[in-house]
């Protein structure tokens, strides 16, 4: 097929809409639909050549993923390498860790599988990681592995063959992302599964003949304008995928098939800096989200839109450069041979793999930080888990008091807090059970067993502003079964980030402070008000100064948490510690030992 420069500036489009999405321009809300639009592109462009070199019986499947390598490959394994550096200098351990985890998925194509099977409540928020990403070039390798493969079967079969196959398929992965939304929405937004039918409307848009049509600009004009649209009204809570995202997806495959020269679509698209900006795009798009994240993590408080805009503009700076210097060259098999391709490239995608197994293995290398305290820092996961050896459905039959602790991971920090406080086994029952406040009600009769024969009934409130209505139901629920002193305990959280006192020293550690979430502190005091009938434990007070900033450390520099929310056993010592002094009766009713 001839070159057409409206398609770069439709892949302009989508990138730059992705880009400022991601800086956090709320104009750009929908920018995300920018990678539903490279796909229909990537599916359209893809089934030509293949459709072009089987006509001309020149189709190789090595040849295709030669291509395809050189495509990605480079520029992708270049900004890894720039990347793990400033990530090794910048980042807690726990950020780390996953950031060497992503490297690993990343140069193997299986980011999305990574996010969709490590998405909840243990996760890092997206902002904070380099790689987020590079989950769609999971989504189109893990296509392209298969998709040749079954042009070749059909192409024998001819043409309707190929399009009633084609559309099967694209109707099949259609319905497995709406189950999928409704059932793990967080899940099904990286599954190839679940986007397949993108790539496939653009295969199927491969097979309409591109000619001039009377209705082609008026079409074209609304692809184009399905796509602004999309753009500017959708946002974080639009369902993606879902029948929503068809505008933008329909709107591109209108591109691709009614714009020509003369549209009002051809003539803006076309346009210079438009065909610039989309020859550049692969490269811009792999750079924004390192740049962005690092900027995240290297600031205690988010960026401001003026330096996310520049750092916009800075992406598309090492875009071209990227183009020019690393893409163009490597695409050119007369300019890199493909021995020396693999030559050049294989040692350096090893190297970096390799480099992210081991950071994987040694837990993203807390004794690189946390000198003294680096096994501890590492195992925090593991610590807080420990407390599953407390599950049980009845308290044992003797005299002793039963402590009952409920929740989540922040009930099985809770539960460490009175650990670490030492409460005297020998005086005490402690059980744990694992639900949230908010699932109380309806009860489940071995809770309410547990319930019924408990003294004292500790609810942990996780942070995240969750449905304060439904916590005060479930307490009132536990109310009506038990006689139990019920003891909340509120939430807590280490701020927007916690990755810059990585670097400070170890003798001012016990000196920072970092500031908690205003949505937090809002949370903590409203949470106050609702339960000032009952014994509240105000962990923001606990942990810091004023409840609106906490320590990040005890005092001999070891870290209070890994990932702002959960503690590690340092934590659990340092609350435990506070909590005798903030709560000496009560303490001592829990049968606790200072």
């Known amino acids: 097929m001839s070159y057409r420069p409206d398609i770069d500036g439709l892949r302009a489009t989508a990138v730059v809409a992705v880009i400022l999405c991601h800086a956090g321009i709320h104009s750009f809300s929908g920018g995300y639909v920018g990678v539903d639009i490279f796909f229909v592109i990537s599916g359209f462009l893809i089934t030509s050549i293949i459709k072009r070199d089987m006509m001309e019986a020149n189709f190789s499947l090595g040849r295709f993923y030669e291509r395809r ?37 990343t140069l193997l194509f299986s980011n999305n599988l990574l996010l969709a099977s490590t998405g909840g409540y243990w996760d890092l928020e997206a902002d904070l990681k380099p790689f987020l990403h590079t989950w769609s070039l999971g989504v189109e390798e893990q296509f392209y592995v298969v998709f040749p493969i079954i042009m070749i079967v059909l192409w024998a079969m001819g043409r309707s063959w ?39 409307v653009g295969c199927l848009a491969a097979y309409v003949p591109i000619r001039p049509r009377k209705f082609d600009n008026a079409l074209s004009f609304a692809g184009l304008a399905a796509i602004l649209a999309s753009i500017v009204l959708f946002d974080e809570n639009t369902p993606s995928p879902s029948p929503y995202i068809l505008l933008p997806v329909l709107g591109a495959a209108a591109i691709l098939l009614f714009s020509r020269s003369g549209t009002i679509a051809y003539r803006v698209l076309s346009f210079p800096v438009c065909v610039g900006i989309g020859l550049i795009s692969y490269s811009a798009y792999l750079w924004h989200q390192p740049i962005f994240a690092l900027s995240r993590v290297a600031s205690l408080e988010p960026p401001k839109p003026l330096l ?5 503009l800075l992406s598309f ?69 420990r407390v599953f050896k407390y599950r049980t459905q009845s308290f044992p039959n003797n005299d002793l008091a039963n402590v009952l602790v409920v929740g989540n991971s922040v009930g099985r920090d809770a539960a460490n807090v009175l650990i670490e406080g030492a409460i005297l086994e020998s005086e005490t029952n402690l059980a744990y059970w694992p639900t949230i406040p908010e699932d109380l009600c309806p009860r489940r009769s071995e809770l ?34 038990s ?21 400070v ?90």
């Not at 520029?75 to 690993?104: C, D, K, R, Y």
């Not at 003891?487 to 670097?503: D, L, Q």
């Open 69 to 105: 390598a050189r495509r990605i490959l480079p520029a992708l394994i270049l900004v890894t390498a720039a990347t793990v550096p400033l990530a090794w200098l910048l980042m807690f351990p726990h950020f780390f860790l996953n950031f060497a985890q992503s490297i690993v998925a």
């Open 162 to 200: 190929q399009l009633s196959t084609m559309a099967l398929l694209c109707v099949a992965s259609f319905i497995a992302a709406e189950i999928g939304r409704h059932l793990s929405p967080s899940t099904n937004y990286f599954l190839s599964t679940s986007r397949a039918w993108e790539l496939l």
């Open 308 to 312: 996310m805009t520049g750092l916009a």
């Open 317 to 385: 700076g090492l875009g071209l450069l990227s183009w020019k210097y690393v893409e163009q060259p490597f695409r050119n098999d007369r300019n890199v041979p493909l021995q020396k391709l693999v030559s050049i490239g294989l040692p350096v995608y090893l190297v970096m793999i390799a480099l992210g197994l081991l950071a994987h293995i040694n837990n993203g290398f807390p004794s690189h930080t946390f000198p003294k305290g680096g096994d501890d820092v590492r195992n925090y996961a593991q610590y807080n888990a």
């Open 448 to 481: 309410e067993k547990l319930a019924a024969e408990a003294d004292f009934i500790i609810i942990p409130i996780a942070p995240g502003g969750s449905n304060i209505l439904a916590i005060s139901q479930g307490v009132d629920c536990v109310r009506s079964i």
């Open 483 to 503: 006689r139990a002193e019920i003891v909340i305990f509120g939430p807590k959280h280490f701020g927007a980030n916690i990755n810059p006192y990585a670097s």
């Open 505 to 594: 020293s170890h003798y001012e550690r016990q000196h920072a402070r970092s500031k908690v979430r205003p949505d937090d502190v809002a949370y903590n005091s409203k949470l106050k008000e609702i339960f000032s009938g009952q014994t509240y434990i105000d962990l923001l007070d606990l942990l810091g100064p004023d409840g609106k900033k906490v320590s990040v450390f005890d005092s001999d520099g070891n870290p209070l948490t890994a990932d702002r929310i959960h503690l590690t056993r340092y934590g659990a010592v340092f609350v435990a510690k506070r909590f005798f002094a903030a709560h000496p009766a009560l303490a001592r009713r829990l049968r606790l030992s200072p």
